[in-house]
Protein backbone atom coordinates (compact mmCIF):
# COMPACT_ATOMS: atom_id res chain seq x y z
CA UNK A 1 0.00 0.00 0.00
CA UNK A 2 2.85 2.76 0.95
CA UNK A 3 5.35 1.70 -1.70
CA UNK A 4 6.71 5.16 -2.08
CA UNK A 5 6.98 5.89 2.04
CA UNK A 6 10.23 7.74 1.64
CA UNK A 7 8.64 9.83 -0.83
CA UNK A 8 5.48 10.53 1.06
CA UNK A 9 7.51 11.36 4.23
CA UNK A 10 9.87 13.41 1.83
CA UNK A 11 6.89 15.51 0.73
CA UNK A 12 4.89 15.56 4.02
CA UNK A 13 8.32 17.47 5.06
CA UNK A 14 8.50 19.78 2.88
CA UNK A 15 5.05 21.14 3.19
CA UNK A 16 5.72 21.41 6.92
CA UNK A 17 8.79 22.81 6.16
CA UNK A 18 7.23 25.57 3.84
CA UNK A 19 4.19 25.80 6.29
CA UNK A 20 6.50 26.61 8.54
CA UNK A 21 8.85 28.76 6.41
CA UNK A 22 5.59 31.09 5.45
CA UNK A 23 3.90 31.35 9.00
CA UNK A 24 7.40 32.66 9.69
CA UNK A 25 7.30 35.14 7.16
CA UNK A 26 3.83 36.30 8.61
CA UNK A 27 4.96 36.97 11.65
CA UNK A 28 7.87 38.79 11.15
CA UNK A 29 5.22 41.12 8.59
CA UNK A 30 2.88 40.66 11.79
CA UNK A 31 5.87 42.41 14.05
CA UNK A 32 6.79 45.21 11.49
CA UNK A 33 3.66 46.43 11.33
CA UNK A 34 3.59 46.19 15.45
CA UNK A 35 7.39 47.90 15.64
CA UNK A 36 6.00 51.07 12.84
CA UNK A 37 2.95 51.25 15.31
CA UNK A 38 5.27 51.52 18.45
CA UNK A 39 7.56 53.90 16.98
CA UNK A 40 4.77 55.90 15.68
CA UNK A 41 3.29 55.96 19.37
CA UNK A 42 6.86 56.84 20.77
CA UNK A 43 7.53 59.70 17.73
CA UNK A 44 4.51 61.36 19.64
CA UNK A 45 5.61 60.99 23.07
CA UNK A 46 7.68 64.46 24.70
CA UNK A 47 9.04 63.79 28.20
CA UNK A 48 9.74 67.04 30.69
CA UNK A 49 8.37 68.80 33.26
CA UNK A 50 9.14 71.40 35.67
CA UNK A 51 12.05 72.24 38.40
CA UNK A 52 11.90 74.88 41.12
CA UNK A 53 14.03 76.11 43.78
CA UNK A 54 13.39 78.91 46.54
CA UNK A 55 15.36 80.17 48.96
CA UNK A 56 14.85 82.71 51.28
CA UNK A 57 15.46 83.30 55.49
CA UNK A 58 15.60 80.36 56.79
CA UNK A 59 13.20 78.94 54.18
CA UNK A 60 13.97 76.51 51.26
CA UNK A 61 11.78 74.91 48.90
CA UNK A 62 12.49 72.31 46.18
CA UNK A 63 10.25 70.74 43.91
CA UNK A 64 10.79 67.83 41.36
CA UNK A 65 7.76 67.11 38.98
CA UNK A 66 8.77 65.12 35.68
CA UNK A 67 6.13 63.50 33.36
CA UNK A 68 5.36 62.19 29.76
CA UNK A 69 2.65 63.30 27.49
CA UNK A 70 1.30 62.28 24.34
CA UNK A 71 0.31 64.92 21.06
CA UNK A 72 -2.29 63.21 19.97
CA UNK A 73 -2.08 66.19 17.47
CA UNK A 74 -0.16 69.78 17.25
CA UNK A 75 -3.04 71.08 19.45
CA UNK A 76 -3.46 68.67 22.09
CA UNK A 77 -1.35 66.85 24.34
CA UNK A 78 -2.05 64.46 27.61
CA UNK A 79 0.11 62.44 29.43
CA UNK A 80 0.83 61.89 33.01
CA UNK A 81 3.14 62.97 35.62
CA UNK A 82 4.93 62.69 38.87
CA UNK A 83 5.74 65.07 42.00
CA UNK A 84 8.04 65.12 45.09
CA UNK A 85 8.59 68.31 47.05
CA UNK A 86 10.50 69.45 50.18
CA UNK A 87 9.98 72.61 52.02
CA UNK A 88 11.37 73.98 55.39
CA UNK A 89 11.26 77.23 56.95
CA UNK A 90 12.84 77.22 60.97
CA UNK A 91 10.62 74.59 62.69
CA UNK A 92 8.52 73.10 59.91
CA UNK A 93 9.24 70.82 57.67
CA UNK A 94 7.01 69.71 54.62
CA UNK A 95 7.44 66.40 52.00
CA UNK A 96 4.61 66.03 49.27
CA UNK A 97 5.06 62.97 46.90
CA UNK A 98 1.83 62.03 44.42
CA UNK A 99 1.09 61.64 40.94
CA UNK A 100 -0.79 63.30 38.56
CA UNK A 101 -2.76 63.05 35.05
CA UNK A 102 -2.50 66.62 32.68
CA UNK A 103 -3.64 67.93 29.42
CA UNK A 104 -2.38 70.61 27.45
CA UNK A 105 -4.20 72.96 25.22
CA UNK A 106 -1.56 74.97 22.51
CA UNK A 107 -5.04 76.78 20.16
CA UNK A 108 -2.20 79.18 18.93
CA UNK A 109 1.52 78.61 18.59
CA UNK A 110 2.43 81.01 21.45
CA UNK A 111 -0.46 79.94 23.60
CA UNK A 112 -0.83 76.68 26.04
CA UNK A 113 -3.78 76.27 28.50
CA UNK A 114 -3.31 73.25 31.00
CA UNK A 115 -5.27 71.10 33.10
CA UNK A 116 -3.95 69.04 35.97
CA UNK A 117 -5.41 66.65 38.31
CA UNK A 118 -2.87 65.96 41.55
CA UNK A 119 -3.06 63.56 44.23
CA UNK A 120 -0.22 64.49 46.40
CA UNK A 121 0.69 62.60 49.85
CA UNK A 122 1.68 65.15 52.59
CA UNK A 123 4.12 64.70 55.63
CA UNK A 124 4.56 67.51 57.74
CA UNK A 125 6.42 68.07 61.07
CA UNK A 126 5.94 71.36 63.06
CA UNK A 127 6.13 72.59 66.21
CA UNK A 128 3.03 74.44 67.75
CA UNK A 129 2.48 75.30 71.25
CA UNK A 130 5.72 73.88 72.51
CA UNK A 131 4.89 70.72 71.41
CA UNK A 132 5.93 68.14 68.22
CA UNK A 133 3.39 67.76 65.81
CA UNK A 134 3.20 65.48 63.01
CA UNK A 135 1.13 65.12 60.01
CA UNK A 136 0.37 62.44 57.00
CA UNK A 137 -2.77 62.72 54.48
CA UNK A 138 -3.83 63.23 50.85
CA UNK A 139 -5.04 66.52 49.22
CA UNK A 140 -6.42 66.71 46.13
CA UNK A 141 -4.88 69.47 43.98
CA UNK A 142 -6.73 70.90 40.20
CA UNK A 143 -4.52 73.15 38.63
CA UNK A 144 -5.66 75.17 36.03
CA UNK A 145 -2.53 77.22 34.12
CA UNK A 146 -1.80 79.74 31.32
CA UNK A 147 1.83 79.60 29.44
CA UNK A 148 3.36 81.94 26.82
CA UNK A 149 5.21 79.13 24.92
CA UNK A 150 8.65 79.25 22.95
CA UNK A 151 9.91 76.15 21.26
CA UNK A 152 10.31 73.31 23.96
CA UNK A 153 9.47 75.70 26.98
CA UNK A 154 6.57 77.25 28.25
CA UNK A 155 6.40 79.97 31.07
CA UNK A 156 3.08 80.78 32.85
CA UNK A 157 1.00 80.69 36.09
CA UNK A 158 -1.38 78.16 37.28
CA UNK A 159 -4.39 78.25 40.36
CA UNK A 160 -5.14 75.29 42.19
CA UNK A 161 -9.07 75.22 42.05
CA UNK A 162 -9.44 72.66 45.23
CA UNK A 163 -6.35 74.95 46.93
CA UNK A 164 -7.12 74.03 50.91
CA UNK A 165 -5.31 77.01 53.11
CA UNK A 166 -4.41 74.06 56.06
CA UNK A 167 -4.09 71.55 54.01
CA UNK A 168 -2.25 71.97 50.76
CA UNK A 169 1.43 71.86 50.07
CA UNK A 170 1.56 75.37 48.92
CA UNK A 171 0.83 78.52 50.78
CA UNK A 172 -1.03 80.14 48.06
CA UNK A 173 -3.36 78.98 44.95
CA UNK A 174 -1.65 80.77 42.44
CA UNK A 175 2.13 79.70 41.36
CA UNK A 176 4.07 80.60 38.84
CA UNK A 177 5.74 77.70 36.53
CA UNK A 178 7.75 77.31 33.87
CA UNK A 179 8.03 73.50 32.19
CA UNK A 180 10.55 71.96 29.53
CA UNK A 181 9.64 68.65 27.36
CA UNK A 182 11.23 66.91 24.74
Known amino acids: ?7 IKYLVFCCLFIALFCSNNLS ?7 DR ?3 KFWDSVRFGGSLGLSFGNNQFTGILAPSA ?5 E ?8 SAAYA ?7 TSLGGSVLTLIRPVRFLQLSAEFQELNIHRK ?8 EERYWVPALWTGIGYRT ?10 LLHDEDKSFYSNAFMPFVSVYF
Open 28 to 34: AQEKTTT
Open 75 to 82: IVSAGVGL
Open 88 to 94: KQNQFKA
Open 126 to 133: FEFDGANV
Open 69 to 73: VYDFN
Open 37 to 39: IDA
Open 151 to 160: GNVVAGIRYD
Open 1 to 7: MFKNFHG
